[in-house]
């Protein structure tokens, strides 16, 4: 069965970081195009950092210089550094696993995690 795990929200003040992982089994993270997303209450899915074709990556701009993706192939997850935290990063962050285009807009994710919880407040 394929499935993704998520784990490493927490609650942090402005300023801090945070490292997310996300355990996959079922399938290699190498093997597929992975990726986090977030989700803010009220608010719609928003792409964070992805792995594409070709060894690139890609990070939305209110986190590109935060934010760091990593793959770990010793462990087979999926890894989001997150440093220098704002409120604006509050949000469930989701790992997702899928096809790889081009571009991170045309690429095709279809399994999804149960999410972790990141909340930065004062």
């Known amino acids: 069965q394929v499935q993704l795990r998520e784990s490493g929200g927490d609650s942090v003040h402005p300023g801090g970081s945070l490292r997310l992982s996300c355990a996959a089994s079922?399938?290699?993270?190498?093997?597929?195009?992975m990726a986090w997303f977030r989700q803010a209450p009220g608010k719609g899915r928003e792409g964070v950092a992805a792995?594409?074709?070709?060894?690139?990556?890609y990070y939305s701009d209110s986190v590109k210089g935060r934010f760091t993706i990593s793959r770990d192939s010793a462990r087979n997850t999926l890894g989001l550094q997150m440093n220098s935290l704002n409120p604006e990063d509050t949000a469930m962050y989701f790992c997702?696993?899928?096809?790889?285009?081009?571009?991170?807009?045309?690429?095709?994710?279809?399994?999804w995690g149960q999410g972790t919880q990141v909340t930065v407040s004062p």
């Open positions: 792995h594409l074709t070709f060894g690139r990556t």
């Open positions: 997702a696993a899928g096809t790889c285009a081009d571009s991170f807009g045309d690429s095709n994710f279809y399994l």
């Open positions: 079922g399938l290699n993270v190498y093997s597929k195009c």
